[in-house]
C-alpha cells in the first residue's frame, strides 16, 4: 500500500462558513477527511500531522519552512510521497522555498490548497486534494517516483513549484508558470510530462534548514526618488532583489548607476529579475543593462519573484563565499531558471 504523508498547515480548504457571522473558521483535518468520503476508498495509507493550531498562510515565517523541511525529513524513509496542505496566498513561497532546502529529492513532495473551503458544495478542494494524492503516489515501471519534484497542483495542472506564482484570488485556476511547461495536466486522464519532470539517480536527501532573511526588495517605477533608493540600497539587507523593466532594463541617470555601483563595491548583492511575469532578464541587449552587468549586477533570468527571495535566503544561509554564492545565485540549481 502507497504510504504518503499528509502535511496540514492550514488554508482555505480546511475552512467552514460560520452560519451566524459568515466568516469563514477552521476545522480539523478529520472535518476534511468526512468531507471527502472518497478517500476511504482509494489504497492509499495517510499519516496525517496536523499543525496545532493551523495557519493562514500570511502568517508564514522562514522558521515554519525549516519545520515543514525537517518533517519530510524526518518520515522520509518510511513514505512513498509527501502531501502539504497549504493556504493559497503565500504557497509559491514555502513551496519554492522547500525545493532549494530539499536537496538530492527523489520524492514528491505536492502541495495544494483551494479557493474555496472544503465544505462548500461548489469546492475545488475536493479535486485538488485527490489528484494531487494520485500524483504524489504515482510510479514509473521500475518502482521510483514518477515526480521527484516540489510541486504545486492547483485546478488541473501540476507546476514545478518554484517556477509557479499566484494570479488570481477570484477564479479556481489559481496559479500560472508561464517560463515553464505544466509538468501534469488532470482531466479524464492523467497526463505527465515526462519530459520536463526533473529526474534524480541515486539521489540522498540532504536538508538544509538554515536560511538568511535579510533581503530587501527595490521595485522600480518612473519617477522613483534618489531618497527611496538611498532608503533600500543603504539599509542593512545583505542581498537586494531589484525588480526591472522588461528584460531588465532600468533608468540610465548617472546618479542611479552611481548609486547602485557603490552600493555593490560596499559588499551588497543585487539580482536583477523582470517585472513582467513571462520572459526574461537580458544583460547586455540594451545599453542600460550592460552597465549593470559591467558593474555586477547579477543575472536573474526568468526567475519568479518567489523563487529569487527565497533562493537567496537558501543561498544567505549557506554562508558560502561571496564568489561562491553569486554563482550559484545566477545558475539554476533546482530548475528554477533557464539562461537565455
Known sequence: MTKIFVIYTGGTIG?????????L???????????????????YELTVHSFNPILDSSDMTPEIWAYLASLIEDNYEDHDGFL????????????????????????PVIFTGSQLPISE????????????????????????????????????KLFRANRTFKYNSAKFEAFRSPNYPVLVEAGVHIKYNDAVIGKLENSILRV??????????????????????DAILESDAEAIIMETFGTGNTSTAKWFLDKLEGAIKKGK??????????????MG??????????MGVINGYDMTFEAAVTKLMYLLGRNYSRDRLLRRLGTSIRGELTKN
Open 121 to 156: 458544495v461548489r469546492t475545488d478542494a475536493k479535486e485538488n486534494f485527490i489528484t494531487a494524492l494520485e500524483i504524489a503516489s504515482a510510479k514509473l515501471p521500475d518502482g521510483k517516483a514518477r515526480v521527484p519534484e516540489v510541486c504545486i497542483y492547483f485546478e488541473n
Open 84 to 107: 502539504i496542505l497549504h493556504g493559497s496566498d503565500t504557497m509559491a513561497f514555502t513551496a519554492s522555498a522547500l525545493s532549494f532546502m530539499l536537496e538530492g529529492l527523489s520524492k
Open 208 to 229: 538544509h534548514t538554515n536560511v538568511n532573511n535579510n533581503i530587501g526588495v527595490l521595485k522600480l517605477y518612473p519617477g522613483i526618488s534618489p531618497q527611496i533608493i
Open 25 to 43: 473558521k477552521p476545522f480539523t483535518f478529520e472535518q476534511i477527511i468526512e468531507n471527502v468520503p472518497e478517500l476511504r476508498r482509494m489504497d
Open 269 to 282: 548583492i543585487i539580482l536583477d529579475i523582470s517585472q513582467c511575469k513571462a520572459g526574461s532578464v537580458e
Open 15 to 23: 475552512m467552514i462558513t460560520d452560519p451566524v457571522s459568515g466568516a
Open 285 to 294: 541587449r540594451y545599453a542600460t543593462s550592460s552597465e549593470l552587468k559591467n
